[in-house]
């Protein structure tokens, strides 16, 4: 009786012996107890094959596992990667259209002949803007239209062999305004690219490039969180630009250029007969 219960005893320390977690006085006790009892020495021996068996296969988990977690991270990785390719891509790509639009527009730019004819619409305002150049002389017209489609305001510039001529028209008012010191004059061909290839290589990472069709022509749409640019794929001068949020509406600009088309006679100087003169 008196063994059995010491074999049960040390039965129940066997676990935390093996695991060395006895001091030196239970570890005596144990194995003196071993040393007679052949029983509980099987018993021991079976518990180290239970603890052997266990830890192999908490090794085996331990190691799938990590193989698992390792075959994820490649995944990712593979991902994470690819995604940056792609992200540089798309921004070469932007930057490669934007510069070679950018090198259309300083083609066409270096024209001095050309005719252009500019919209300007917000809210119920509508602005129309003709101009004739050529040769660095020019005939530019800016009149504003009213709600019922008639002329509210017009402004005149001439400019032709070194003589400046600048009129405005208001309602019946009729004024000569100070050449020297009126804004407006003549009207030169727009493009919103950038001609540095730098300049339009940081603008990629924050713009988005489009194609689209725009007042019959097919253009690039560059677009920023408060605009909108359509830009002629053809010449790299701008067809439209839309700029947002700017009082309760958008601004929306038309553009229109003709090239190689205005004469001489197109540049007529303007009748001053019943202008005042006003200093401006």
Known sequence: MRENKEC??????????????????TNQ???????????CKKVLENMQKDIQLNAGKQDKREVKYMKKYSNKMRVLKYILLALIVIYIAVVLRRTF???TLSEKAEENKSYDNYYAKIYSYQGDSLIITESYNKGGNYLTTMTRITDDGNQKTKLTF????N????????????????????????????????DSFLTNMELAFIIGVDSDYCNGKECYVIKGSSYERYIDKETGLAIRNIDKNIGQNDRIVDYEYTFNIVEDSDIVKPDTVGYDNVET
């Open 158 to 161: 001439y400019n032709k062999d």
């Open 97 to 99: 259209i934007m510069f």
């Open 8 to 25: 049960k005893i040390v039965q129940d320390l066997l676990p935390n012996y093996i695991e060395k977690l006895t001091n030196e006085e």
């Open 29 to 39: 006790f144990i194995e003196e107890h071993l040393k007679e009892c052949d029983e």
């Open 163 to 194: 003589e400046k001529i600048a009129l405005l028209e208001s309602g019946e008012e009729k004024y000569i305004l100070n050449s020297e010191t009126t804004t407006g004059w003549n009207v030169s061909p727009v493009t919103y690219v950038a």
